[in-house]
């Protein structure tokens, strides 16, 4: 992951490419993988013990790390004045998942012969409907949904004097979530209607994200001290999750820990400004985290539904294992297509902007980190 510091910034101008969250975002996908792996062992095949089994719920909060780590980041693009915010953001999520659901939407019609995806074009739109107004066919849409709902709120104060007071709303932000939920007893829906979703938790971890980006400002250079400090609220935060029943509790817990660990992250990397080249293996599916979000469990459903419900075939821990490698082939390669897709829109953007013609595109990651400073754009 890599961005420019803000002009305030102490290392203003420079090129910062933070390796540790890269890190992070291709283990919270490859845990979220997992997780999935063991709850389609359970609804499809029936098998509850299989070794899978140890990916429990702890590893769903892969999903809910993301959460945070996109609010830190919209604090960084609000910051740093990017430019046509809501439109890059939309560029950047819509296109692959369309895609994404119209190769699962293809994939079920050859392998099953038809698919009933009644009200599908609602569930295209990643608007808050709520669960009986649209269908989902890659059954992980239900992030989208709170991701895009965030983008549109962050827009607000992408632009103008108002970005001056985005940190004083995410702060009330905080406290309407946390007042309603305790107080008022709001609704946390995976599927929330437009009525719900503006007071549902799941937002807290995009506010803490975001306050996360502010803190991470007034970090000083890279001490020990800050590595520790930093990533024992991270673990003491995930831990302490189990000891909370409250909505509003358990999710202040985990959002904390999660930036706990983001800050971990930018305190350790601050001074490895550098420019270099190559990654790491787990680097590279931090950059294809998006595409194997994406297309990870049609990949698994759709395997195991054959196997078992057509094939009766028995589903065990090796069957796991193929269709957990299935999915992460096919994760690996979408992801590739994920990020020729946003360089393409992204050049698109730059080219309207100057008139000049778009640079070509690679599959060169968003990650890697470059020779030239000037040029670098932040990694979205």
């Not at 809910?64 to 980041?73: A, K, P, Y």
């Not at 946390?188 to 803190?215: A, K």
């Not at 990397?269 to 270099?276: H, L």
Request: charged letters at 15%; a positive charge; glycine letters at 8%.
């Amino acid at each position: 992951m890599k961005m420019f510091e803000p002009a305030n910034s102490p290392h203003k101008g420079c090129f910062m490419y933070f390796k540790s969250l890269q890190v992070m975002r291709g283990l919270a996908a490859l845990s979220v993988v997992f997780y999935h792996a063991n709850c389609y062992l359970k609804m499809i095949g029936g098998k509850s013990d299989t070794f899978f089994r140890f990916f429990d719920e702890k590893f769903s909060y892969g999903a809910w790390f993301f959460f945070v780590l996109s609010g830190f980041m919209m604090a960084y693009l609000i910051d740093t004045a990017y430019p046509r915010f809501l439109i890059r953001r939309l560029a950047r999520i819509y296109p692959s998942f369309w895609l994404a659901a119209a190769i699962t939407i293809l994939a079920k019609v050859l392998v099953f012969g038809s698919v009933k995806e009644p009200k599908l074009l609602a569930g295209l739109t990643l608007l808050p409907v709520g669960a009986a107004h649209a269908s989902y066919p890659l059954f992980i849409e239900w992030t989208l949904i709170y991701e895009v709902f965030f983008y549109a709120v962050c827009s607000a104060f992408a632009y103008g004097r108002l970005r001056n007071y985005f940190l004083h709303f995410l702060v009330a932000w905080a406290i309407v979530l946390l007042i309603g939920d305790l107080r008022f007893h709001t609704r946390t829906d995976f599927m929330p209607n437009s009525r719900q979703i503006t007071f549902s938790l799941f937002n807290l971890l995009f506010v803490i994200g975001g306050l996360t980006y502010y803190v991470s400002k007034a970090v000083k250079g890279a001490t020990l001290a800050g590595q520790a400090a930093s990533l024992t609220i991270g673990i003491g935060g995930v831990v302490a999750r189990s000891y909370f029943t409250t909505n509003a509790f358990i999710f202040s817990s985990i959002g904390l820990g999660c930036s706990g660990l983001i800050l971990f992250g930018v305190v350790r990397d601050r001074n490895n400004a550098s420019p270099a080249t190559g990654q790491g293996f787990m680097e590279k599916w931090g950059d294809y985290s998006y595409g194997l979000y994406l297309i990870h469990v049609p990949v698994m459903s759709i395997l195991l539904s054959k196997l078992h419900a057509v094939h009766r075939v028995e589903t065990t821990g090796f069957i796991g294992i193929l269709v957990v490698a299935a999915a992460l082939v096919a994760g690996w390669y979408f992801g590739k297509v994920d990020l020729a897709l946003h360089r393409h829109f992204k050049s698109l953007g730059s080219k309207a902007r100057s008139g000049k013609p778009a640079a070509s595109v690679s599959f060169r990651p968003m990650g890697l980190r470059l020779g030239s400073r000037k040029n670098a754009a932040a990694s979205d």
